[in-house]
T-cell receptor, first 112, second 116 residues
Framework: GENVEQHPSTLSVQEGDSAVIKCTYSDSASNYFPWYKQELGKGSQLIIDIRSNVGEKKDQRIAVTLNKTAKHFSLHITETQPEDSAVYFCAASISTGNQFYFGTGTSLTVIP | DAGVIQSPRHEVTEMGQEVTLRCKPISGHNSLFWYRQTMMRGLELLIYFNNNVPIDDSGMPEDRFSAKMPNASFSTLKIQPSEPRDSAVYFC??????????????FGNGTRLTVT
């Protein structure tokens, strides 16, 4: 089955700096990669996703890149703000199935 | 849309008691997932349903765990009897699954279960 690895497990950045979280996956059939943000005491919220026919996607300060050959994808947050502090999860999924395989999460702290 | 609604938000119970967690998916969604989250194991898929039918329950840890989806707008996860190691946050999620194109999961706010 699919195996998703996520790094780093914790990340601290100064406000205004960029943050990068990386994930790798093992199943070349995976073709959909969402990223979720989990704030304390809440469920995970989708923040951005990318499909395998696209190499990069941006939404304001958030971007995701995908390298299908290397089987890795990354989340980039620019101009970080304290409210970006949360746990971020990556996931991989195959369109013909309905299972999502999650990374172990990255706890991001933005220091004011 | 109210999103995925879970109840209760917190549950504290004694070992051996029955626990029932409830979930109302987003209206129109045809897939429902139950996850368990712990510090040690992260997010674990317990079971998921498509069109109210259980598709994969291989993540259900033991026979003490059971899940039902009697209709498209309601699901339960039951633990009987509960044990301290079941303490975790349990999340329900739903999606609008189409075989030709994934759609993202929408998570509820979770139920924090503590078994003493």
């Amino acid at each position: 089955g699919e195996n998703v690895e996520q790094h780093p497990s914790t990340l601290s950045v100064q406000e205004g700096d960029s943050a990068v979280i990386k994930c790798t996956y093992s199943d070349s059939a995976s073709n959909y990669f969402p990223w979720y943000k989990q704030e304390l005491g809440k469920g995970s919220q989708l923040i951005i996703d990318i499909r395998s026919n696209v190499g990069e996607k941006k939404d304001q300060r958030i971007a995701v890149t995908l390298n299908k050959t290397a089987k890795h994808f990354s989340l980039h947050i620019t101009e970080t703000q304290p409210e970006d502090s949360a746990v971020y999860f990556c996931a991989a999924s195959i369109s013909t199935g309905n299972q999502f395989y999650f990374g172990t999460g990255t706890s991001l702290t933005v220091i004011p | 849309d109210a999103g995925v609604i879970q109840s209760p938000r917190h549950e504290v119970t004694e070992m051996g008691q029955e626990v029932t967690l409830r979930c109302k998916p987003i209206s129109g969604h045809n897939s429902l997932f139950w996850y368990r989250q712990t510090m040690m194991r992260g997010l674990e898929l317990l079971i998921y349903f498509n069109n109210n039918v259980p598709i994969d329950d291989s993540g259900m840890p033991e026979d003490r765990f059971s899940a039902k989806m009697p209709n498209a707008s309601f699901s339960t996860l039951k633990i009987q009897p509960s044990e301290p190691r079941d303490s975790a946050v349990y999340f329900c999620a739903s999606s609008s699954y189409r075989i030709t194109n994934n759609s993202p999961l929408h998570f509820g706010n979770g139920t924090r279960l503590t078994v003493t």
